[in-house]
């Protein structure tokens, strides 16, 4: 198998950059479908059409509907073709940001990714989680090409709730642990190969990071303010993470993540807060050092990460729920397949609750 990496074509963070998005999209094509919330227009459409206006762009607004479902992906590229637009612009979250790449890749055009939040990886990578409109997965639209562009104004992040960029610390705490599982099975990763020696280095980058800014980065966001740590974990969330997922590997973490949704009272705990407590019991399933399991979970009780059942809402903890986690999180099509060695529902099932007990005592 050959070794692959993929990667957006043009990554741009900085203090406000949302005020030159005309002059960094401007290349793209010649009139830009502009994709994001209500809300989000409030707060930055103006400085977009300023940007777009000065230098010469054609734009169209259209407001996303909340969910990345078949719909509304079909719905806006009939909006697309109905105004001739040849560029897609999603902006907000992961699901926006989601929802425009489908587009991009259904129209077969270029896509830019602004977002709003740094709460998960979904920014740099090229692939888009389909949801019903119940909120249940459907399917996974893998797209020929990563976003042409991603910007990052760390200013709007820094304005952002503090939550979601911890959440986003979690998904990005995973990612070279991940990828130093799937390295170790020899498993292939997203981008269709074996991870670079590349990726597996933008993982352990995130995740030294993560370990030296993540707690000043988090103060800054409290403040409202851009600092260097926080520029510093935007890379981590939403760069590092991003490449390292889909090039270095998945493993353990995110698939224990996607069992919790069989948990109905883990629904409020977001993806990244589920797959830092997937990563502590991936580091639990592998046998790794105190030392480097306590420096994760103590780094999870630092910045406010789940470590128990409890911290992601799960007060009644019920044996045959964490069963189903287990099971889902073992089914062939997950990436526990990854791990280095077999492991079984039953490893899975006992790792959560060691998990959940050395995060007990941890705490304390
Ligand atoms: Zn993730």
New binding site residues.
Partial sequence: MANIIKAPSKYIQGKGEIKNIGKHLSKLGRKFLIICSEGTFKRIGQDIKLSFDENMCQYIFNYFNGECSLEEIDRIVEVAKNNSCDVVVAIGGGKAIDTGKAVSQKSDCPVAVVPTIAS??APCSGLSVVYNNEGVVVKVIFSKRNPDVVLVDSEIIAKAPVRMLVAGMG?AL?TYFEARASRNSNSKTMAKGNATNTAIMMGKLCFDLLMENGIEAKKSVEKNEVSDALENVLEANILL?GIG?ESGGLAAA?AI?DGFAYIEQSHGAL??EK?AFGTIVQLILEKVSDEELYKVIDFCIQVGLPVTLADMGITNVVDEEIKKVAEAACVKTQSTKNMPFPVSEMDVYNAIFKADEIGKSRKQ
Avoid: Y
Wanted: hydrophobic share 25%; no cysteine.
């Fill in positions: 998960n990886d998904d995973a993470s997922f995110h993540n993806h990244g797959v």
